[in-house]
């Protein structure tokens, strides 16, 4: 069936058939025509953010919290250029977003009009697909194509770039109809790889599970299997960043996050493993450390359902393809079927020398002084803050790791990190959208004072929708992480790394008529926390912390897993010439 | 895994693909990719290329469906096994790409190529030019007292060839399309 309306009309009426609630936006002179439309309609909310790089990484915060895809609403040119780091976010890290953006006039474009971009030439390489739609008539035939797109397969971000005039004009609207465009990734896995992996389960002494964001992204379902699996093979189970609550922190089989600031035990079970199944993780270079030395003897499994991520970094034995949730019920089903067998004494022994390892305790610190260590302000924040209804954000550097390392995840969708491209500023646009997605949770944005700021706009945005999110801050007035590769690889020069003129948080809260928390005794903390959670509002909370406190256990560039640093004590001379290349 | 574990291959014709995936050897694969011919294709798949560093060796592209309004571009690269199997993987991963055929493993291919040779001289060489551009069955496209221009189709090692004999003998410009090729037999 189709109808006759505007282009205008037609995003918005696409946007609703969707089934989208939410659009973060910041409108301009492109997108007129589809803001006049939104004004008129009480279906979509729309969130104005106050820079649309925030739009982006709230609309990724929103998706990954609700497993729905996030829409963003931008304008043409600089509207579109600020979106590109949130683009690339979304790409980096496999997140389901929609980005629309307004274009000049199809006659105007090529001729350098005001605000002018070629939006789809500059996002071509960090979308998963871009269109830019010249006739009103293939519009919504696009927009729903471009849900299609995000979110099937390896989910990413998309753009659709629509031209002034093509807002303007009339034409037919089309149904959201199943998609019958040849794009439709393959969800089963190659039953006879599927075999053979159960065969490798049912031999394995020394396996271990290596699982990452594909679990997440496949379905809550997913960590449902995830978690049957693990609990009746008995295997232990590591996670990169991303892959964060598919299994339960609290579970009896997990080892803790894996890679460059992963445990202890869990780099070492991926060091002398002879069998690692990988469950929807890429072998990063933040995981794999050396690439010669990588886990040298073990088989490898590798489930993804990119076929491009197979055999890229890694050589793999069991490559299969296919969506992580399918795969996982067939080999549940599979190995059910065979008798339910593992080499349970083999896998028992190797369950000891994982506990001998545990015995490190690599997460241990001191807390001494009056000085916050921020491992004690993140371990106070997880008691206090664990069994609420909660939802975690972080930005990017010390303490993003400390917070993958301190705080447990019990659930999918629960943990919002940049991964992939590591984008200071991600966190508070991020908690912004989580919060807008469960509009009762507990939404903390964990952040360092330096990437805090980089989007620190958006405070506006939070006290425009009452938004409660609460920024815990561990302030060490550093680039805490910079500082610390400077002091091991740069002869401790700390060029550039220290924040000269830092704000007064609480006023700056204040300034928004937000609540701002300032705690630097550790005799504080668990009050200020508390004050912090009792209060109705976004909060600001600036826990000044340790200055010079390092992030342990750390595997240097250029060396294997089982050559982790655990401490200062260990640091003198680490990094070789040749690791020293590698960020 | 036992090392003679024979993996299943990586193409549509054969059963099996016993090259070495992380082998040091550079390979040159023919490939041919059909893609919708939307604006903006062509720029997927070079920016592709450009952008994870791979190598292209030579691109024609065409529409050859105008009803389905698919293009058939054939892109012939070189790189290590690993390296031609991340290009094919990552050319699959692009929404507008339709298949990725990598002729060179896929089974005995045709590969032809058409060229333009502008040949300027007189007497002798003149002469010598057109003797050999028969022997290579090149075609005389246009001429001048002064000049010629050849047309000639083949495998590219056959116009590298013909290139190399003209040199001497007065060449002053080429123009070549690039490698078409299709599989044999059906």
């Known amino acids: ?583 | 895994m036992s090392a003679l574990k024979i993996k299943k291959g990586a193409s549509a014709k054969s059963a099996y693909n016993l090259r070495p995936t992380f082998s040091d050897v550079i390979e040159r694969h023919t490939l041919a990719v059909l893609v919708e011919n939307e604006p903006g294709v062509l720029a997927r798949v070079i920016g592709l290329f450009a952008g994870r560093g791979y190598n292209i060796e030579s691109l024609t592209v065409a529409e050859v469906d105008h009803q389905g309004h698919l293009s058939r571009i054939t892109i012939v690269t070189n790189g290590t096994p690993q390296v031609i199997e991340q290009i094919k993987a990552q050319l699959g991963r692009i929404v507008t790409v339709h298949k990725v055929h990598d002729l060179t493993v896929e089974g005995p291919s045709v590969e032809r190529e058409l060229a333009m040779f502008k040949v300027t001289g007189q007497g002798e060489k003149r002469v010598e030019a057109l003797r050999l551009a028969d022997i290579f069955r090149a075609n005389v496209v246009d001429s001048t007292l002064e000049s010629f221009v050849f047309e000639i189709t083949g495998a590219p090692e056959k116009i590298d060839a013909f290139a190399d004999l003209m040199r001497p003998l007065g060449l002053a410009d080429v123009a070549r399309t690039g490698v078409a090729a299709l599989s044999r037999g059906d």
Not at chain 1, 11 to 16: C, G, K, R, S, W
Not at chain 1, 114 to 134: S, Y
């Open chain 1, 1 to 583: 069936m189709t109808r006759q309306m505007t282009g205008a009309k037609m995003v918005v009426q696409a946007l609703i058939d969707q089934g989208v609630d939410t659009v973060f936006g910041y409108p301009g002179g492109a997108v007129l025509p589809i803001y006049d439309e939104i004004f008129q309609q009480n279906h979509i909310k729309h969130i104005l953010v106050r820079h649309e790089q925030g739009a982006v990484h709230a609309a990724e915060g929103y998706a990954r919290s609700t497993g729905k895809p996030g829409v963003c609403l931008v304008t043409s040119g600089p509207g579109a250029t600020n979106a590109v780091t949130g683009l690339t976010d979304a790409l980096m890290d496999s997140i389901p977003i929609i980005v629309l953006t307004g274009q000049v006039p199809t006659f105007m474009i090529g001729s350098d009009a005001f605000q002018e971009a070629d939006t789809v030439g500059i996002t071509r390489p960090c979308t998963k697909h871009n269109w830019l739609v010249k006739e009103t008539d293939a519009l919504s035939g696009v927009l729903h194509e471009a849900f299609h797109v995000a979110t099937s397969g390896r989910p990413g971000p998309v753009l659709v770039d629509i031209p002034k005039d093509v807002q303007f004009a009339n034409g037919s609207y089309t149904e959201k109809k199943p998609s019958t465009s040849h794009y439709q990734p393959k969800l089963k896995g190659d039953m006879q790889e599927i075999e053979e992996l159960v065969a490798a389960i049912e031999k394995a002494k020394k396996p271990v599970f290596y699982t990452g964001g594909g679990v997440i992204n496949s379905g809550p379902a997913a960590s449902q299997l995830l978690r049957e699996l693990v609990a009746a093979t008995n295997f232990p189970i590591t996670s990169t960043l991303m892959g964060l609550g598919a299994y339960p922190a609290s579970g009896e089989n997990w080892l803790g996050m894996l890679g460059m600031h992963g445990l202890y035990e869990a780099n070492m079970v991926m060091h002398d493993c002879d069998l690692m199944i990988n469950i929807g993780a890429r072998f990063d270079d933040r995981i794999t450390g050396r690439l010669d030395a990588f886990s040298p003897n073990s088989t490898k499994a590798h489930i993804d359902i990119d076929p491009s991520s197979i055999n890229k970094v890694i050589r793999v034995d069991i490559p299969i393809v296919g969506d992580v949730g399918h795969v996982l019920e067939d080999i549940l089903k599979i190995w059910k079927s065979r008798g339910r067998k593992t080499n349970a004494d083999a896998v028992g022994t190797w369950w000891n020398q994982i506990n001998e390892w545990k015995k490190v305790d690599c997460l241990k610190f001191q807390q001494a002084g009056k000085v916050i260590k921020p491992q004690y302000a993140l371990e106070r924040l997880e008691a206090l803050t664990k069994d609420h209804d909660r939802y975690i954000c972080t930005e990017v550097g010390q303490h993003q790791m400390w917070a993958a390392q301190y705080l447990g995840f019990e659930d999918p969708n629960r943990w919002m990190t940049s991964g992939g491209l590591g984008t200071m500023g991600y966190g508070f646009p991020a908690s912004i959208g989580v919060q807008m997605g469960h509009p009762d949770a507990l939404v903390i944005n964990v952040a360092g004072e330096a990437s805090w700021l980089m989007n620190m706009q958006e405070l506006g945005t939070a006290m425009q929708y009452n938004l409660p999110v609460k920024q815990f801050i561990l302030n060490n007035e550093r680039l805490g992480m910079v500082r610390q590769w400077q002091e091991l690889l740069h002869g401790e020069r700390y060029s550039s790394s220290w924040s000269e003129s830092l704000p007064d948080f609480v006023k700056l809260a204040e300034a928004f008529g937000a609540k701002g928390i300032i705690c630097s005794d550790p005799d504080d903390l668990d009050d200020a926390i508390m004050e912090m959670l009792n209060h109705d509002g976004p909060v600001l909370f600036d826990c000044l912390v340790e200055k010079h406190e390092n992030c342990f256990p750390m595997i240097p560039s250029g060396k294997a897993h089982n050559e982790m640093l655990l401490g200062e004590a260990d640091t003198q001379g680490v990094i070789d010439a040749k690791g020293s290349v590698l960020v």
